[in-house]
């Protein structure tokens, strides 16, 4: 069956520091990967999208990018932190476009 | 491009009651309609995907159902328990992204 990891589970960064998260399918091929961000009190905004290996569509022009060095690797990264990037980051993956989606448990960023 | 929205916002019902959740899409030109349920500072968790082709889908206590042509779909929640309370999400594929509704919170009041 297939599994999806991601980590870590809260993070606490200060302003200008950078920034790290990884997600891991298993038991998948070529999955399509997501990144999501879900402020407090806000739906879900997508920030990263990703169809295959070095492939990705970002959504949001904002200091934050992501990585696919793997087919079931997912980095997202930033450079130099600010408070604004404080939120809830999901990473999820479907199988195609149209197949159901599924979450890792997410990581609670706060930038202080 | 495609808007998902839900009402209402936030819903309060006495245990034991029947609930319908509400949500609706711009783009009728879906392949399916993904229903998700999200604890407070957890992951979302997948409840029921309804097809395009499909008019309902059920789980347990949990019918989906979804019309395309009107851009709506519902949640129906049979005899609610306080366990039910969290907050609910639909998304709808479009291209290679999925647009989630800003979600309905449900508590269900002991």
């Known amino acids: 069956s297939q599994t999806i990891h991601q980590w870590p589970a809260t993070l606490v960064q200060p302003v200008g520091s950078p920034l790290s998260l990884e997600c891991t399918v298993e038991?998948?091929?070529?999955?399509?990967l997501y990144w999501y961000r879900q402020a407090a009190g806000r739906g879900l905004q997508l920030l990263f999208y990703?169809?295959?290996?070095?492939?990705i569509s970002s959504e949001v022009p904002q200091n934050l990018s992501a990585s696919r060095p793997q087919d079931r690797q997912f980095i997202l990264s930033s450079k130099k932190l600010l408070l604004s990037d404080s939120g809830f980051y999901l990473c999820?993956?479907?199988?195609?476009?149209?197949?159901?989606?599924?979450f890792g448990n997410g990581t609670r960023l706060t930038v202080t | 491009k495609q808007e998902v929205t839900q009402i209402p916002a936030a819903l309060s019902v006495p245990e034991g009651e029947n609930l319908v959740l509400n949500c609706s899409f711009t783009d009728s030109a879906i392949y399916n309609l993904q229903w998700f349920r999200q604890d407070p500072g957890k992951g979302l968790t997948s409840l029921l995907l309804?097809?395009?082709?499909?008019r309902e889908q059920t789980s347990g206590r949990l019918n989906a159902s979804l019309d395309k042509s009107s851009g709506r779909s519902t949640l129906y929640i049979a005899a609610s328990q306080p366990g039910d309370s969290a907050t609910y999400l639909c998304?709808?594929?479009?291209?290679?992204?999925?647009?989630f509704g800003t979600g309905t919170s449900l508590t269900v009041i002991p």
């Open positions: 038991g998948t091929s070529n999955p399509n």
């Open positions: 999820a993956w479907s199988e195609t476009g149209d197949s159901p989606l599924h």
């Open positions: 990703s169809v295959g290996i070095g492939q």
């Open positions: 998304a709808v594929p479009t291209g290679n992204q999925f647009y």
């Open positions: 309804i097809q395009s082709s499909q």
